[in-house]
């Protein structure tokens, strides 16, 4: 049978697009407890341990993190897409509230509406095992459902999980991204604010998600979270992470580091829906170890920012390891979604998948930056890279970075790229079956993502389908 | 086959006090000395990350370790194992003595 031919929707039925973005609201801060003013500096590191009152080796920690960013430069390979940034316009502590509410009734009005349009609460009642939620710098609720908090499941923000359990965060904080291992690991370590520590027991599986939800409310903040997870052994988390942010006319960086440890048979699963507004640069880094038999997933979803660079990556510690990452990008107009994923097998017979899906559209641009590596000794090991894209128009831009390093000749290694477009005869057929241009387009951009989809949880599978209905909205002239 | 070793001379004694470092030159390697409250130790100047210089970055005597100072893997000086990512693989370790109150590295 002869392969159809392609034609590329036509542009003038692919451009403009509403200002879907639904979440661009801010509150106002006349009751904010403090805002730190803008620019980095020794003093500003110092006033943030200061008003965490924290333990002396954070302290030094901190310190010490800040002059190995000064001392960085910008990353080259990062092509000058960060040069935009102003590290000195930038609010780098912002406490809106004094105290942490145990219920949504805890918690300030404005704040609590804010969480209520976003959907927070009524989640919590119905389908998790526990949220915590960040306003600005700090978080103001967090809960956990009181029979995993009996079987021993910790679920903080990481600044009470210091305060409570030192030794524990002291053993495994930074161990897997140290300060220095990247300029804005760096940042992240000195001003770091917020995020969520998470152990597991041995043996405990926590069945339905842990949330946390990040909302950035302040014109030109920055948000630095950190977060730590150790599944123990034999045990299971899923950890599900959201965050908006108002639009405003001026830059905000969002720049986390996200560490997790899985020791030996546990299975950790970590989704990401990052919707922030077109404003905020998302610089993150996320990495994990699997130890022996244990399973590491990261469900990395993009839709919003103006520009993503994150590549989660996980290091196959231990024989029968297994990674998979899942990652998809939509790059709308004026954003560069700059993603992908890393596994490096370090154990015999460890196995690994990466799956890369990116849209893009009305001149958006989506990478694909990734690594697969085997190192000496890592023999039997398994991995498939899968990289497509799917190109709305002729303005649009996609691109892949693979790197691949082999250092052991009995492996098992594929690499898979596509690059496609919405063909005419696509939509000829799905419009014969009576569906618009626009729901036809959308069934088809749905049907790309399905693989992401599919692996969320039917709510959150629901709510990625809408944003991905608003973002197509209007795309069709 | 059996494999030969050079012992070289790194300093007298008393030049490389406790939490004292030196970086010494044989058979074209680099090779760093670190004495951890009184134990010698020996390493190669070079992480296994991506083979920078290792040795001249931040020592801790105390829990006797030296951080690469390109990208923060700690390495236990004892082993040549890295504790912290992004390294993953160990670096070479070196026997190093006293003898004659000189301190004496053997390369293989």
């Known amino acids: ?477 | 086959m059996t494999e030969t070793s050079t012992t070289i001379d790194v300093c007298p004694a008393a030049e490389l006090p406790a939490g004292a470092t030196r970086i010494v030159e044989a058979d074209g390697r680099k090779i760093g000395v670190f004495n951890c409250d009184g134990a010698l130790h020996a390493i190669e100047d070079r992480c296994s990350h991506d083979d920078g210089p290792l040795a001249e970055g931040p020592f801790d005597p105390d829990s006797c370790t030296v951080e690469c100072p390109r990208h923060g893997s700690l390495f236990d000086l004892r082993t040549g194992r890295p504790r912290t990512l992004p390294a993953y693989l160990p670096v070479e370790t070196f026997s190093v003595r006293i003898e004659d109150d000189t301190i004496k590295l053997e390369v293989s």
């Open chain 1, 1 to 477: 049978m002869a392969t159809p031919e392609i034609a590329i929707a036509r542009p003038d039925q692919l451009e403009g697009i509403k200002d879907s973005y639904e979440y661009g609201f801010h509150d106002s801060e006349t009751d904010y407890a403090f805002k730190a003013k803008k620019g980095l500096n020794r003093a500003v590191v110092e006033e943030i341990s200061d008003h965490k009152d924290e333990p002396q080796w954070m302290r030094d920690f901190r310190l010490k993190a800040l002059e190995h960013f000064e001392a960085r430069p910008m990353p080259k390979w990062a092509g000058g897409h960060m040069d935009g940034i102003d590290f000195q316009n930038i609010h780098y502590f912002v406490r809106a509230s004094e105290k942490q509410g145990r219920t949504w009734d805890e918690v300030p009005d404005d704040i609590k509406n804010t969480f209520d349009k976003l959907g927070i609460p009524e989640a919590e009642r119905k389908y998790l095992a526990g949220v915590g939620a960040q306003y600005e710098s700090e978080v103001v609720y967090h809960q956990i459902r009181e029979d995993l908090e009996k079987q021993g499941v910790i679920f903080k923000d990481m600044d009470t999980g210091l305060r409570e359990h030192e030794d524990l965060v002291r053993e495994y904080f930074s161990t897997v991204i140290p300060a220095n291992d990247n300029k804005l690991a760096a940042l992240n370590s000195a001003v770091w604010s917020g995020g969520s520590f998470v152990y597991v027991p041995p043996g405990v599986h926590v069945e339905m998600p842990l949330q946390a939800y990040f909302r950035i409310n302040t014109e030109n903040m920055g948000q630095f979270e950190r977060t730590l997870i150790i599944a123990d052994e034999g045990s299971f988390v899923h950890y599900i992470e959201g965050c908006t942010a108002p639009t405003y006319t001026t830059d905000s960086l969002h720049s986390a580091v996200v560490e997790i440890v899985c020791k030996p048979g546990s299975r950790v699963r970590y989704t990401t829906i990052q919707n922030w507004s077109h404003n905020v640069y998302n610089l993150v880094t996320k990495r994990a170890v699997a130890h022996e038999r244990a399973t590491m997933e990261w469900i990395d979803g993009n839709l919003g920012s103006k520009l993503t660079m994150k590549y989660p990556s996980i290091y196959l510690m231990g024989e029968h390891a297994h990674g998979e990452i899942l990652s998809i990008a939509f790059a709308g107009n004026g954003q560069h979604q700059d993603a992908g994923g890393k596994c490096v097998h370090i154990a015999p017979n460890t196995t690994s998948t990466i799956t890369s899906k990116s849209i893009s559209k009305d001149g958006g641009r989506a990478s694909y930056r990734g690594l697969l590596e085997v190192a000496p000794g890592a023999t039997g090991s398994k991995s498939k890279v899968v990289c497509d894209a799917l190109l709305l128009d002729e303005e649009s831009r996609s691109d892949t970075y693979p790197t691949i390093r082999i250092g052991e000749d009995d492996v098992d290694v594929g690499h898979e790229a596509t690059v496609s477009k919405i063909g005419e005869e696509q939509l000829f057929y799905l419009m014969s079956r009576g569906l618009t241009e626009e729901e036809a387009s959308g069934m088809i951009v749905g049907g790309f993502i399905e693989p992401f989809t599919r692996e969320l949880p039917m709510e959150y599978a629901v709510e990625m389908n809408r944003l991905i209905e608003l973002q197509m909205e209007g795309s069709i002239g």
